[in-house]
Structures are given as C-alpha cells and as structure tokens.
C-alpha cells in the first residue's frame, strides 16, 4: 500500500503545508487590498463606474438616503460596510448624500439569506 506521503518525511508536508498556508493568506489580503482600493475610489468618484452589478451582494430591504439599495462587494473585506449600490456602481447623483453602514455597527439583512425570501434592493436588468 503506497500513497502520496510516501517517502516524505512528517516534516516535510508541515513545511508544505505553512507554505500554502502562507500564499493562501497573502493571496487573500491582496483581494481585500483590491477591494479596499475599488470602495476608496467609487466614494470619491462616484460616477466611475467601479463595480459591476453581480459582483454586489444587495441588501434585501434596507436602502441608501438617495433612494438606491444598499450593497458590498461579495468576498469583500469582513470588517467592510454596506455601501450605496449607486456609488458602487458608478451611477449616483452626487448633488445627494449618500449612507454608508459599518457591518460591526448595523445588522441589514442580505438578499442571500433564506429568511430575505427573495426579497432584494438590486435595481431590475436594465435599470441604472
Ligand atoms: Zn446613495
């Protein structure tokens, strides 16, 4: 019976495995990075275009003071916030205010969770 660890030593696949372990981490702080980077410039450019639509996930209910759903990007940084779906998207009138909601501050339900029942803030296909 021989298998992949064979002739590799205990120390070995632990080395290995911190190697990965350490590439996975760095990969996954350069991704926060980026979207840091992208959130930085769509609040002080808010008619660039910055995000595109299914790369938000959309509040299901709870909406910006101008009128837009609130969104963050998916697989964004977890101490984020849920930002106006118009800044993100690049389609704001920036004679308004916009809201901005710490995740570690307010609890706004997701379109993603089951207890949404489907109900969602992303503008129709199309719209915006
Ligand atoms: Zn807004």
């Known amino acids: 019976m021989s298998n992949i660890f064979d002739g590799i030593t205990d120390e070995e696949i632990l080395e290995k495995a911190k190697e990965i372990e350490k590439k996975r981490l760095e990969e996954s702080k350069e991704k926060t990075k980026n979207i840091e980077d992208r959130l930085k410039t769509a609040w002080t450019n808010g ?18 003071q101008c009128g837009a759903g609130l969104a963050y990007p998916k697989g964004g940084p977890v101490f984020g916030s849920w930002d106006c779906s118009a800044i993100l998207l690049g389609n704001a009138d920036l004679t308004m205010k916009h809201s901005s909601y710490s995740f570690s501050m307010y609890k706004i339900k997701s379109e993603s969770q089951p207890s949404a029942n489907g109900a969602t803030t992303r503008p129709m296909e199309g719209e915006g």
């Not at 008619?47 to 910006?64: G, H, P, Q, S, T």
């Open 47 to 64: 008619n660039i275009k910055v995000f595109k639509m299914d790369e938000l996930r959309f509040a299901a209910y709870k909406r910006c």
